[in-house]
């Protein structure tokens, strides 16, 4: 029976992200600890190589979710040392980012308030600081993840030092010797969606990816990285859709391949990491079609 | 609350194709017969100006679909001149094509032996001849729809007078002098799916219906024409792809536009006529931007 119908009320999910991509052991383990928790499902675990990070994708009862929240972060911080770890991802912390999601009977202020309370348990329980982004930020310089996160860990451990305005929400000031700190937030439903291209020149990757995000007017709501995957021969352009209302994985998609076509290069493949929501499903194929009218009545099984 | 709710046991999709795509009345009235029926509902009614022909999507308890079915061909049999009526779309009869498609705790012996049914009541009160076609069919000769139609209304009525082989399966042989003959049958989901070309040349999109028919070395399952509409200023490649299973919308729409671009024309728009099933819009999606793995358990609200 589906996990909706299984639990009445208010239903969140989380998409933690962990710096652990390889070690099957330790994704596994930090799963079960998530899935073993009361009223929590998993539906979702994407493990990367090159970016040596592991994202999980979970949904539940609010308090189930920051429980099971926890629980992988103490996981997570038993089983990853930073010190040790590599990936071409940027990363601040063992658990890096803990996003909330409104799903059901719930919304995102409720989601803000989980957050705050997550993270104010890791410090008191874990001694892992951390900092509050998203709908849960409570200084106006930390909405964006990425002002939050900076170049990361190793440039992070030192910054909180000198720089008042760079110390966590909750402890420190010093990072965790080797778990660092954890970033914990609520926000809209987010694509993670990674675009290969047949090059092994990261120059490339790292240009599409500047003239592809919104700060750069491109697409509106899109975060874009240009990364060398050392597993493959390729290059690969790491987006984060933030406006699923507006910008299809589609348009990603074309916008990439059309960047790369003006470059010489050819798209490989591309990936979705965890899940994706229903309308960018339907907007994806709208687009790709070029069809006049579309919606979700228009499939059989959406319909009946 | 969903239709499938709603009705226990097994449920039976009808999509009725009439000659009539201008008089909105017409239509209205057509559908209205279908919808007053007990344990029927309509999903969806598309009607095109230049096939002059509309499409009804309906579903419903087997013997309720089968009463809506014959009270659709009455209704169109009582408005409808097939003497007066003009379309790019080939026709035999006012009510064209009737096909059933299992959806629900039935299967397609379920259907056929609907089909049989419905096509025998067609003659038997309302004195049009009926074709039985794909399952239903009872001669081999007439499982392809196409060759059971052939040129239309215009060319079968006095081909049925001097050719026993082309006689109807029920009646006949004469066709009804306005309602012409109904194409009967069970089959599996199809879409029908046009691509609009920027061209007044329909020479052009009968060159690529050609080439991207099943027949013609194309994709599998794949059923095209070209037509000219009258309009607009474009040319229609129309198709119906009956292996939904293998060919995709988007796989449909890229091999026209790689054919239209080697003929330096270039693509509109697309249309869907209808629904399409869930697994459409998925394998789509995995083409469109060619993910390397995807399936339904990927998009959140079908997850949950």
Known sequence: MS??????????????????????????????????????????VHSDYDHNRSVITFVGKPAAVAEA?????????????????????????????IPLTPIRDCDMEDCARLAREVAKRIWNELD?????????????????????RLKGFEQMRSLVLKDKNRRPDFGGPALHPTAGA???????????FN????????????????AIREKNSGLVGLKALGLKLSSGRCVQVSTNITRTDVVSPFRVYELVKEEA??????????????LMP????????????????????????LDL
């Open 3 to 44: 996990v909706t119908k299984q639990l009445k009320g208010p239903i969140v999910e989380c998409v933690p992200n962990f710096s652990e991509g390889r070690r099957r052991e330790v994704i596994d383990t930090i799963r079960n600890e998530i899935d073993s928790v009361l009223y929590v499902k998993v539906l979702d």
């Open 69 to 97: 929240g926890v629980a992988a972060v103490r996981a997570a911080s038993r089983l990853i040392d930073l010190r040790k770890h590599e990936g071409v991802h940027p990363r601040l912390g063992a658990a890096d980012v």
């Open 128 to 148: 892992i600081p951390t900092y509050l982004y998203a709908h849960a930020a409570v200084k106006k310089d930390r909405i964006r993840l990425e002002d939050v």
């Open 182 to 192: 954890s970033i914990v937030g609520a926000r809209d439903p987010l694509i993670a």
């Open 195 to 210: 675009v290969n291209l047949k090059s092994r020149d990261v120059g490339i990757a790292k240009e599409i990816a500047e």
């Open 261 to 274: 076509t003006k470059r010489g290069v050819q798209v490989a493949c591309s990936e979705l990491v965890g």
């Open 278 to 301: 229903l309308c960018s499903l339907i907007d994806s194929v709208r687009d790709a079609v070029m069809f006049d009218s579309f919606d979700r009545s228009r499939i059989i099984e």
